[in-house]
């Protein structure tokens, strides 16, 4: 990204995707699925983040953004399409019940000329450094928010990728406003309080993301618990929607699950997955943790 900025040519998020996948190798496998070229099928990817011992594993339907604009304009824009591809993005994760969550491309020290650092540091610290690559929960970037606030809450709220795997930066404990409701001893309680490890902090750290952004909205109002069918870790999560318009923690805990599902089974066994799948997402990033 900083290359293409410094010879004043424009890169692309597609582009950028292509050129870091191989940089996860051996431990990220990438699984492209070849589409016919007027498929209308977004670009979106599902990744796995995977504990191949446990079977414990944490997924998310990533889709690719490139920050716009220039000193003091940064904009991220998810409004393609008069909101149609965002809202897919939602209906897809949905589909495969994990959170829907954006890859925004932050570019690097020239496309953030002016921007100063905002980790106590100096540019460029790694904080800055890493954040060229983010992530941050669809929840956080609605339709209603200026593209300007957008990239601002991006900045504020996202999660560097080079974080999540790293075990010296743990989502430490999450203090969500629902946290009272939680029952004493829970496991709910304690995958908020206490250190995780493998898919599971992955997890609590786009939870966490999703936390901040709750607690910056209105009050907690009381809401129903909702109960979950599946192989998910959490089947009874609290069901407040505070301004997500969806209940935030189902949509993100929805993606931790005990096993993997089939068709992650089906590629980790080198089989072909069924065409609902293939059809639906770009391809599938399997990380071994
Ligand atoms: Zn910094």
């Not at 290359?3 to 950028?16: H, K, P, R, Y």
């Not at 190798?25 to 446990?54: H, I, M, T």
Request: glycine share 10%.
């Amino acid at each position: 990204m900083e290359e293409m900025d410094l010879a004043g040519l424009t890169w692309s998020e597609e582009t950028v995707t292509e050129i870091s996948l191989p940089a996860g190798l051996p431990y990220v496998k990438p699984v492209v699925f070849n589409r016919p070229q007027e498929s209308a099928v977004g670009a979106d990817w599902l990744w796995w983040w995977l504990d191949l011992s446990s079977g414990v594993c944490f997924g998310m339907l990533v889709q690719a953004k490139r920050v716009k604009g220039g000193a003091g304009k940064w904009t991220v824009d998810v409004s393609h399409g008069g909101g149609v591809q965002r809202e897919s993005l939602m209906a897809v994760a949905d589909l495969f019940e994990v959170p829907a969550v954006y890859c925004v491309y932050m570019g690097g020290p020239s496309l953030r000329e002016g921007m100063g650092c905002t980790h106590g540091g100096v540019v460029p610290c790694q904080g800055c450094t890493r954040m060229a690559i983010t992530l941050m929960p669809a929840l956080s970037l609605p339709l209603s928010r200026t593209k300007l606030q957008l990239f601002d809450l991006t900045v504020a709220e996202g999660v560097p990728l080079e974080d999540l795997g790293d075990t010296a930066r743990p989502a430490g404990v999450v203090k969500d406003v629902n946290f009272r409701q939680l029952a004493e001893g829970s496991e709910l309680r304690a995958f908020l309080t206490e250190e995780q490890r493998g898919p599971s902090e992955i997890a609590k750290q786009i939870f966490r993301s999703v936390s901040i952004r709750r607690a910056n909205q209105k009050s907690a109002a009381v809401a129903e618990r909702l109960q979950i069918v599946g192989e998910q870790v959490f089947l009874d999560l609290p069901g407040d929607r505070g301004h997500f318009g969806v209940p935030y923690f189902p949509h993100v805990l929805r993606g931790l699950r005990m096993n993997p599902p089939n068709y992650v089974r089906d590629l980790l066994a080198g089989m072909s997955v069924p065409s609902e799948v293939s059809e639906a997402v770009a391809g599938v990033v399997l990380i071994a943790m």
